[in-house]
């Protein structure tokens, strides 16, 4: 599985962006698909996971009620929608996929993509 994120970019606070990860295979839905950020000088962390069907969700504190995980199997696409963006959402977003994985460990995801710069200014 080759991941291909994308619709990174600077915005203010407050404001909203949507990023896409694109998937390579036809077995994209048998994966559990995650959202993960690293800012300088930090570990990377996670963010948002989703289930094989999208019928289940998961979220880190830091961004519960303001980030929205979804994907589109027919489209092999998963999806973060960022709304009320802080500061200090700003990072280097990953997608990742694996099959068995503990959602929220980032060392249980077989593939990555290649990370997209999201960038909030106060």
């Known amino acids: 599985v080759q991941l291909q994120a994308s619709g990174g970019g600077l915005v203010q606070a407050g404001g909203s962006l949507r990023l896409s990860c694109a998937a390579s295979g036809r077995t994209f839905s048998s994966y559990l698909m ?63 996929a694996g ?4 959602i929220v460990v980032a060392a249980t995801y077989d593939y990555w993509g290649q990370g997209t710069q999201v960038t909030v200014s106060s």
Not at 66 to 77: E, H, Y
Not at 89 to 96: E, K, L, M, R, S
Not at 99 to 102: A, E, G, K, L, P
């Open 34 to 96: 995650g959202w993960f950020r690293q800012a300088p000088g930090k570990e990377r962390e996670f963010v948002a996971g989703i289930s094989w069907s999208g019928g289940n969700t998961y979220y880190a504190d830091s961004v519960k009620g303001r980030f929205t995980i979804s994907r589109d199997n027919a489209k092999n696409t998963v999806y973060l929608q960022m709304s009320s963006l802080k500061p200090e959402d700003t990072a280097v977003y990953y997608c990742a």
């Open 99 to 102: 099959r068995r994985v503990t």
